[in-house]
C-alpha cells in the first residue's frame, strides 16, 4: 500500500511539473514574440522622419486586419497627434514592456482594452505608444490551460492506478520472499520460489535464491551425514565402555581385577579419543592457513625414518619392510605430517597385505614428478571402493581394526601439500604424486 | 626431594582438579587460578618453579600473558596447554615463550611427565659418555655396555637409552620420545614406539639381570636404578 502511494505521488509530481514546464514556456514565448513586434515599432517610427510618422502611423493601422495593434503618436505634452489610444498611461514602469489598461478610440463599444505596451521615446521629443491586444492571447493562453487539465486530470488517475497496481505486485511478490524465508527459519528448506517460465529481474532473483537454497540444503545433508557418522563411530566403542565397567563393577574382586578393568577402559577411551582427535586433525588441515609455517622437508630422510620406525613391528609381525630411497628435491611442507601420511599408508600395508609378505616403500622421480608409494603384495583397494576410502569412516574390511580415518588424513594431508593420492591400477601400490613446480612456468 | 611449586592458570574447573590432584599425588605443590588477572601476580612473585597455562581463557589469551613474563625477564619454564589441538598452535605457544606444549585432550601422565622434566632439564647434554650403574655409553663411538657386556645397540636404540639414562628415575611418555628422538609430533596408529622399547629392553635387561628399563603400565617408560 504504501508502495502503491507512494509510486502513484511520483508519478502525479511528475505530471504536475511537466504541466507546469510547458505552461511556463508557451507563456514565455508569446510574450517574447510580442515584445520583439513592439521593439520593431519603436525602431521603425524612431527611424521614419518626424513629418511622415502621423502618415506612416495611419497606414500601419490600416493594414492592421485583425485589429488587435494600438499605436498612438504623443507631443511632449502627451496629447494624442495620431493613432488609435486616447492617452498615455499615468506611469511607465521600467522593462521592455508592460500590461496596461488602454483607451481605444477606433473600437466600438469598447472603452478600455487590456494590452501588453511599450512607450518609446522619438528622437523629435514626441513619444511612441505600442502594444497589442491581449484578448486574444489570453484566448489562446486559456485553451493551453485547459488543455494542460484536460490531459494531466487522465495522466493524474492513470499515475494513481498505475502506482497502487505496481506497488501492490511488488508488495505481493516481495510478501512471498518473506514468508519463505519465514518458513526457512521455522527449520523447513525443501521450499522454493515460483519462477515464471520467462522471468523478470525479480524472477532472476528468485530463481538465485533457489539455488543458494538447493545448496545450503546440500551442505546442511552433508554436516548431518558426518555428525550421523560421527555419532554411530563414537556410540560403538562408548557402547562396549560401558558394558566393560558394568561387568567389571560386578564381577572384580581383586585389586588386580579392577586394574585390568581399567587398563581395558582406558583403552577404549583411547580409542575414542584418538577418532574425536583424528577429525580435529582433518578439519584443521582443510584449514589452508597452515601452509604458511611450511618449511623444506627432505624426503629421504622423511622416508628413512619412517622405515626406521616400522621395520620392527613389521617384522615382528612376520612381514618384511623394505625402503628404496632415491635422491628428490626438497620440498616444502610439515614434516610431522607428512610423516603421520607416510605411516598411515605403510600401516595400511601391514594391516591389510598378506601375511609373510613384503612391503616396499619407494621415493623417487617418476617421470616430472616425486613419487612416495607404499605396495604391499595383495590386491590393494578393490577399483570400485577407491572413490569411498578416502571418505570419513569408510573401513574397508571390518575385520582388521581401526576406525577408518586414515586415508581420509592422507587425502587431506596430500591436498594440504599439493600432491595427489594415487591407486596403482594394477596391485596394491598407493602413492603420493608432487608435480614439480618448475614444469608450470615452461615460457620462462 | 624439595617441594616444587607449580602455578596453573587453568578456567575450566574440572580439568583443574584434575591436574592438581594428579601433580599432589606425584608430590607437587600447585596453586591454581582461573584468570589471567590473578595468575599474573603470582607469576611475577618468584616462589612459582613452573608455571602451566591454559590458552583460551576468560580474560585472554594465555600465550599473551606468557609473552609478557618473558619480555619482563622472568624465566620460570612454562607448559602450555591448548584446546586448540594443532601444531601450528605448538609453534606460536614455543615462540611465545612456552617450554613445552601439549594439546587437549592429553593423559594426566602425559602432563606429569613433562611437567617432570621440565622441571628437571637433563643438565649438560653434550656429555659424550653417559655412566649410569651398570650401563656405560659412548656417545661418541656409538657403543653401550652394561657391566662390561658390550649391548649391540642399533643407532636409533642408542638415542633411546642415552634419552632414558639422561631422564634416570622419570617417565617420558611414548610422545615424548617420538618427539624428540625421532622428532616428529603426530600419533601413530600402531604401537610402534613399544616395539622399539621391547627390543631395547631384551638387550639392556637380559635374564638375570635386574629390571633397568620398566614399562608403567598405561604411562610410558622409566629407567631407574635397583635400589
Known sequence: ?444 | MAVTHILLIEDDDGTADEILLELATAGHAATRTATLRDGDPLARGGDIDLMILDRQLPDGEGLALLADLRRDGVRTPALVLSALGSLDDRVRGLKAGGDDYLAKPFALVELVARVEALLRRPNDTRDTRLIAGPIDLDLLAGRGMRAGRPLELLPRELKLLEYLVRRQGRIVTRSMLLQDVWGYSFEPNSNVVDVHMGRLRRKVDIDGEAQLIRNVRGQGYVFDLPA
Open chain 1, 1 to 444: 500500500m504504501r508502495w502503491g502511494g507512494a509510486l502513484a505521488a511520483m508519478l502525479v509530481l511528475q505530471s504536475i511539473a511537466l504541466a507546469a514546464v510547458f505552461w511556463v514556456l508557451a507563456n514565455g514565448s508569446h510574450r517574447r514574440s510580442i515584445e520583439h513586434a513592439l521593439a520593431d515599432d519603436c525602431t521603425f517610427f524612431a527611424l521614419t522622419p518626424g513629418e511622415e510618422r502621423p502618415e506612416e502611423l495611419r497606414e500601419k493601422l490600416t493594414r492592421d486586419i485583425h485589429r488587435d495593434r494600438f499605436l498612438g503618436l504623443f507631443d511632449a505634452q502627451g496629447r494624442l497627434i495620431a493613432g488609435n489610444v486616447g492617452r498615455l498611461p499615468p506611469s511607465v514602469p521600467p522593462g521592455a514592456s508592460f500590461v496596461a489598461d488602454v483607451a481605444p478610440t477606433e473600437l466600438p463599444g469598447k472603452r478600455s482594452d487590456q494590452a501588453r505596451i511599450t512607450v518609446c521615446a522619438m528622437p523629435d521629443g514626441t513619444r511612441l505608444l505600442a502594444g497589442v491586444d491581449l484578448d486574444d492571447t489570453e484566448e489562446a493562453l486559456r485553451l493551453v490551460w485547459r488543455s494542460l487539465l484536460l490531459g494531466l486530470a487522465p495522466g493524474l488517475a492513470m499515475a494513481l492506478i498505475f502506482g497502487l497496481v505496481a506497488g501492490r505486485r511488488a508488495a505481493r511478490q516481495v510478501d512471498t520472499v518473506r514468508q519463505l524465508t519465514e518458513r526457512i527459519i521455522a527449520g523447513d528448506l525443501g521450499e522454493r520460489l515460483p519462477v515464471a517460465a520467462r522471468p523478470d529481474s525479480f524472477g532472476l532473483l528468485c530463481a538465485d535464491i533457489n539455488a543458494m537454497l538447493d545448496r545450503l540444503q546440500q551442505l546442511v545433508g552433508e554436516v548431518r551425514g558426518v555428525g550421523d557418522d560421527i555419532a554411530h563411530q563414537i556410540r560403538t566403542p562408548l557402547t562396549r565402555l560401558r558394558a566393560r565397567l558394568d561387568r567389571g563393577l560386578r564381577d572384580a574382586r581383586t585389586p588386580g581385577d579392577f586394574a585390568a578393568v581399567s587398563d581395558s577402559a582406558l583403552a577404549d577411551v583411547d580409542v575414542l579419543l584418538g577418532i574425536v582427535g583424528a577429525l580435529l586433525r582433518l578439519r584443521e588441515l582443510g584449514d589452508h592457513a597452515r601452509r604458511s609455517r611450511f618449511a623444506p622437508v627432505e624426503l629421504a630422510q622423511l622416508i628413512d625414518d619412517a622405515c626406521d620406525l616400522y621395520r620392527p613391528i613389521a617384522e615382528d609381525r612376520g612381514l618384511t619392510l623394505t625402503c628404496a630411497i632415491a635422491p628428490v628435491p626438497v620440498i616444502e611442507g610439515d614434516a610431522s605430517l607428512l610423516m603421520e601420511a607416510v605411516t598411515n599408508m605403510i600401516d595400511n600395508a601391514i594391516k591389510y597385505g598378506p601375511p609373510r609378505g613384503v612391503i616396499r616403500v619407494s621415493l623417487g622421480m617418476a617421470g616430472e614428478a616425486i613419487g612416495v608409494s607404499v605396495a604391499d603384495e595383495g590386491e590393494g583397494v578393490p577399483p570400485a571402493e577407491r572413490p569411498l576410502v578416502t571418505q570419513r569412516f569408510y573401513r574397508a574390511r571390518s575385520d582388521v581394526a581401526g576406525v577408518g580415518l586414515g586415508l581420509s588424513l592422507v587425502k587431506a594431508v596430500a591436498d594440504l601439500h599439493g600432491a595427489q593420492l594415487r591407486f596403482a591400477d594394477q596391485g596394491s601400490a598407493v602413492s603420493l604424486i608432487w608435480p614439480l613446480r618448475t614444469e608450470a612456468p615452461r615460457s620462462a
